[in-house]
């Protein structure tokens, strides 16, 4: 079973760093794209940071310029730090891996279960 958990989120006042984790687990074969989103409430989940397997990261025009992913060497954790926060940053944040489960197998998305940030004076 392939599991993607996401930790980091909590409390912090406008103008404030985070730093978000996501680690996959479990049988993957291969990993071939790992990313954030978020979501607001009553809005529609958005795409926040994505690295491909080509190696290009791509941001979101909101989180670029204040936020940063990165990767660790395997390749089985990764984080999204966020700088200069601001209250429209306010979201429930999930981490995101498209893998292969199997060699050959179809990709599948997997999701981890979301961590709230609250940007809040």
């Known amino acids: 079973q392939v599991q993607v958990m996401e930790s980091g989120g909590g409390l912090v006042q406008p103008g404030g760093s985070l730093t978000l984790s996501c680690e996959v687990s479990?049988?993957?074969?291969?990993?071939?794209?790992m990313g954030w989103y978020r979501q607001a409430p009553g809005k529609e989940r958005e795409l926040v940071a994505m690295r491909t397997s080509g190696g290009a990261t791509v941001y979101s025009d909101s989180a670029k310029g204040r936020f940063t992913m990165s990767i660790e060497n395997a390749m089985t954790k990764w984080y999204l730090q966020m700088k200069t926060l601001k209250p429209e940053d306010t979201a429930v944040y999930y981490c995101?891996?498209?893998?292969?489960?199997?060699?050959?197998?179809?990709?599948?998305?997997?999701w981890g279960q979301g961590t709230q940030v609250t940007v809040s004076s």
């Open positions: 479990g049988s993957i074969w291969s990993i071939h794209g």
């Open positions: 995101y891996a498209w893998v292969r489960i199997v060699s050959g197998g179809a990709r599948r998305d997997q």
